[in-house]
């Protein structure tokens, strides 16, 4: 199959979401989480409803032989499984394991994109001021347009979030809005 010439597609891609909330700063990470997750959910269920495609990056933690279904049951067998349920992939979510900050670093998300035929990323997870910013900064320098629902993306340090959107805003020409501004059918 070719690379589809149109490219005017869009994506929800989650970033990070499965979590075992067992790591450095989690107790910081988690209410911010909290907050996220209803409103992370039905913007996945409208991406869904709207038939666009929802692909889940997330990191290995270090399990390089682990899968994605793995990870999802690691991930449910653990005290925070409630913030794990309500956004987890369905058959039809798509599934990039990554290994560092950046969605694109060493992953195959780039190939993946252009054979969707997408154009433009809504880009949503965690965390705010690290790896949605840096993936935000990839996706720029792959021409692709940006746009981070500010209700869908969960923060370590509320004060470098707010820097790390406004960055997103005036270097990458990202589009900050809500989640609820996204409209997935048009």
Request: net charge negative.
């Amino acid at each position: 199959m070719d690379r589809p010439a149109d490219t005017t597609g869009i994506a929800l891609v989650v970033i990070d979401m499965i979590n075992t909330y067992d790591h450095e700063d989690a107790e910081l990470l988690v209410p911010s989480v909290k907050r996220v997750v209803p409103v992370l959910a039905e913007l996945i269920d409208r991406a869904r409803e709207a038939d666009v495609p929802v692909i889940y990056a997330n990191d290995n933690f270090g399990l390089w032989r682990s899968h994605h279904g793995e990870l999802v049951n690691d991930a449910l067998k653990r005290p925070h499984a409630d913030l794990i349920e309500p956004i987890r992939p369905d058959d039809d979510s798509l599934f990039v394991v990554k290994a560092r900050h950046s969605i694109f670093y060493e992953t195959p998300l780039s190939y993946l994109l252009g054979r969707l035929g997408v154009g433009h990323v809504v880009l949503s997870g965690q965390v705010t001021e690290q790896c949605v910013l840096y993936s935000a900064l990839d996706a720029h320098i792959r021409h692709l347009n940006v746009t981070v629902p500010r209700d869908a993306v969960a923060s370590i340090h509320p004060h470098l979030e707010s820097a790390a959107l406004e960055m997103m805003e005036r270097n990458m020409g990202a589009r900050i809005t809500t989640a609820k501004e996204i409209d997935f059918a048009r």
